[in-house]
């Protein structure tokens, strides 16, 4: 079957901190991965996407890259924002699995000044 | 704003109370989904709809029951509940076929069973 594992939060930093959240997957076929991110009281948030091996998601300065060969999808930030705290979510679906989601725990990031 | 709409935001019912979760897309997806959301667990997919026909039950129990009468608007009738049901139900949608396609999501209806 499809799983994601992420590390378990919560993750706290200084304004400015670099960050990194591992994200791990196993997949039936060939998966493409997203990292979502849910602010407090709202609903989930596509953040960043990558379809295919070695492809680059980014947005608001977040990245992450497909690693295929570590079956692993990381997200960074090179400098956190107290306006970044939030939970994220890594996810993955597979082509031809009906475009379901297989979502990870969730890591929440906490950003003090 | 997602252009996905839930209502209500939060809700409060009894055991052998009957309620509904509504939401409404604006964005012309043919597909549409029902989480569950509860602390240190991840994301149950429930339902899945593809115009307006149910695709996935993801063996949810019957005490919740879906309904899709338009590819817009979805809805989650309860009743009966059980305390642990409590927890954030979020809708979705997005384009349906091959994909992947990005789901939209809804902000959530906070359940409290009492």
């Known amino acids: 079957g499809n799983s994601v594992t992420q590390m378990e939060g919560p993750v706290t930093l200084s304004e400015e901190a670099f960050l990194t959240i591992n994200c791990t997957y196993t997949a039936t076929g060939y998966p493409s991965l997203f990292w979502y991110v849910q602010y407090p009281g709202e609903g989930l948030q596509l953040l960043l996407k990558a379809t295919k091996a070695d492809d680059k998601g980014s947005n608001k300065g977040f990245e992450a890259t497909y690693r295929k060969e570590t079956t692993s999808f990381h997200l960074e930030k090179g400098s956190v924002q107290v306006s970044d705290s939030a939970v994220y979510f890594c996810?993955?679906?597979?082509?031809?699995?009906?475009?379901?989601?297989?979502f990870g725990t969730g890591t929440q990031l906490k950003v003090e000044l | 704003e997602t252009g996905v709409t839930q209502t209500p935001r939060h809700l409060v019912m009894g055991m052998t109370n009957k309620k509904s979760l509504k939401c409404e897309q604006h964005l012309g997806h043919n597909a549409m989904y029902w989480y569950k959301q509860s602390a240190k667990k991840p994301l149950e997919l429930m339902f899945v709809?593809?115009?307006?026909?149910?695709?996935e039950n993801n063996s949810v129990p019957s005490r919740f029951s879906p309904e899709c009468p338009n590819s817009s608007h979805l809805f989650l009738h309860l009743h009966t509940l059980q305390p642990e049901d409590s927890a954030l139900y979020l809708c979705?949608?997005?384009?349906?076929?091959?994909?992947?396609?990005?789901?939209?999501f809804g902000p959530g209806t906070r359940l409290t069973v009492t």
């Open positions: 996810a993955l679906t597979v082509t031809g699995g009906g475009n379901k989601l297989t």
């Open positions: 709809y593809n115009f307006k026909e149910q695709t």
């Open positions: 979705a949608s997005s384009q349906n076929g091959g994909g992947p396609y990005e789901q939209y």
